[in-house]
């Protein structure tokens, strides 16, 4: 079975700082790997999707890469903002979608 | 375009009761799934479908019940409610299951007493 771990469980930093969040899978087979964040109290919103093929995706302030050979992706945020405070989850796709606990990410203003 | 709509949002059951939750999506997706959300656990599968008239259980489908008899709906029901059944519910889609993306509704909060 897939597992997918997500390091740190929880990030505070002061505003305007660049933070890179991780998320590590044991199974590289597959389809691609997604990013969401989850507002509490709330569902869960897709912010990126990186097919297998590809080695990164960009939206806005956010760039998501992946390495399938190392079983590795990060979501790295450029200037963060208080508005970027939430929980972070990734989810490998394969036959199945997998998901990490998530990143809770404090931005302090 | 809803996306992915879950009702009820809040829900307070008695042990045993039973009840329903709905899902309806509206972007012609074959894959829907349900999954519960605890804290400290993560997302845990409980069952999915592939298409109108087939199902298959997840990770933890004990005394959850689903049917799916049109591509759109993908209802969640608890045959007799217990407390380790109080959780965050989410249903969500996805075009073609593992190669799509996938979508959520925003929940429904369940409380067994």
């Known amino acids: 079975k897939q597992e997918v771990t997500q390091i740190p469980a929880a990030l505070s930093v002061p505003e305007g700082e660049n933070l890179v969040l991780n998320c590590s899978f044991t199974?590289?087979?597959?389809?691609?790997l997604q990013w969401f964040r989850q507002d509490p109290g709330k569902g869960l919103t897709s912010l990126l999707l990186?097919?297998?093929?590809?080695r990164e995706q960009t939206s806005g302030r956010l760039n998501a890469s992946l390495d399938k050979s190392s079983g590795r992706s990060t979501l790295y945020i450029a200037a963060s903002q208080p508005g970027d405070s939430a929980t972070y989850l990734c989810?490998?796709?394969?036959?199945?979608?997998?998901f990490g606990t998530g990143t809770s990410l404090t931005v302090i203003p | 375009n809803a996306g992915v709509t879950q009702t009820p949002k809040f829900q307070v059951l008695k042990t045993g009761q039973s009840m329903t939750l709905q899902c309806a999506q509206d972007?012609?997706?074959?894959?829907m799934s349900w999954y519960r959300q605890d804290p400290g656990m993560g997302l845990r599968l409980i069952h999915y479908?592939?298409?109108?008239?087939?199902?298959d259980q997840g990770e933890v489908p004990n005394g959850y019940n689903v049917s799916r008899s049109t591509t759109e709906d993908f209802p969640l029901r608890l045959l007799s409610a217990a407390p380790s059944q109080t959780s965050v519910y989410f249903c969500?889609?996805?075009?073609?299951?593992?190669?799509?993306?996938?979508?959520f509704g925003e929940g429904s909060r369940l409380t067994v007493l």
């Open positions: 969500a889609s996805s075009y073609s299951g593992g190669p799509g993306e996938l979508f």
């Open positions: 199974d590289s087979a597959i389809y691609n």
């Open positions: 990186i097919q297998s093929s590809q």
């Open positions: 989810a490998s796709n394969g036959n199945q979608f997998y």
């Open positions: 972007m012609n997706h074959e894959y």
């Open positions: 479908s592939v298409g109108a008239g087939i199902t």
